[in-house]
């Protein structure tokens, strides 16, 4: 796996992809991260060197959730890179000092297959212990600080392409 710090842009931001995944009420999936004493956040994850956007969404989605690509349909995508800083007392002991936090494409994606076909057991270190889907703007109340505007600005942005009823 390649380190940190080989796949930052110029200004110290790595690429990263984020997952909003909704059902058909329009309500979105919610996870919360293991070991993270109830910190929960949507699916999100890294990109590897030279990996396009749409590959690593459908990677980090199986990865962490357990869905394949004919389990959801895209929806949306955010026009632009979305960034957030991430705080000095997050960044791990191995980060470069160039490193400043990520930037991310988010997408919104719509379950077309089973909820029974989530799971969180697909990479030999699982990310989240458990979900729950809520409404689509509760995440906006209960994200971590650093990221509520990255999550405002995705959310509004994606949100003209939510679909409610059957796909």
């Not at 919360?32 to 910190?39: I, T």
């Not at 026009?79 to 991430?86: D, F, S, T």
């Not at 809520?134 to 994200?143: G, N």
Request: aromatic residues 12%.
């Amino acid at each position: 796996m390649p380190s940190e710090i080989e796949n930052l842009d110029a200004e110290g931001f790595r690429p990263n992809v984020g997952i909003v995944i909704s059902n058909n009420l329009g309500d979105v999936f919610w996870a919360r991260r293991v070991g993270g004493d109830n910190a929960w956040q949507f699916p999100q994850g890294g990109m590897q060197p030279n990996e396009a956007p749409e590959d690593a969404l459908y990677r980090e989605l199986f990865e962490e959730v357990g869905l394949t690509p004919s389990s959801v349909k895209i929806l949306a995508v955010t026009r632009n890179w979305l960034r957030y800083r991430l705080p000095n007392r997050l960044r791990r002991n191995n980060s470069s000092p160039r490193f400043r936090g990520q930037k991310q494409k988010w997408y919104l994606l719509q379950l077309i297959g089973n909820e029974s076909d989530i799971s969180m057991n697909c990479s030999d270190k699982p990310e989240f212990d458990a979900w729950r889907w809520v409404s689509y703007w509760y995440p906006l109340t209960q994200i971590v600080a650093f990221k509520q505007e990255v999550y405002r600005r995705a959310l509004h942005e994606l949100a003209p392409a939510i679909q409610v009823g059957d796909t």
